[in-house]
């Protein structure tokens, strides 16, 4: 069986978040499917993505955007801050 190319993306998560990950997988992980984070990973990006389509596309997939074409890391001291500030 041909298995698909591969691309790795890195999410980042406060310490805060990545314990709740990492804690959900050593719990539930193993009842629900899940062998391991990217997995778990995966699936809710992907669950996320097809609502994103639904809402946003007509429910159709985006046309592929290339690795380099979207801003890479987390988001600015200010960023944050002015979005913390928005109801």
Excluded: C
């Amino acid at each position: 069986m041909a298995t698909k190319p591969t691309s790795h993306i890195t999410p980042y998560f406060t310490a805060e978040q990545a314990d709740q990950v990492r804690a959900a997988l050593r719990a539930a992980g193993p009842v629900e499917g899940y062998a391991s984070l990217s997995d778990l990973v995966v699936a809710a990006t992907m669950r996320e993505i097809k609502r994103l389509q639904r809402k946003h596309n007509a429910g159709k997939p985006w046309d592929p955007v290339p690795p380099g074409t979207v801003r890479p890391g987390r988001r600015t001291r200010a960023e944050t801050a002015a979005s913390e500030d928005r109801p």
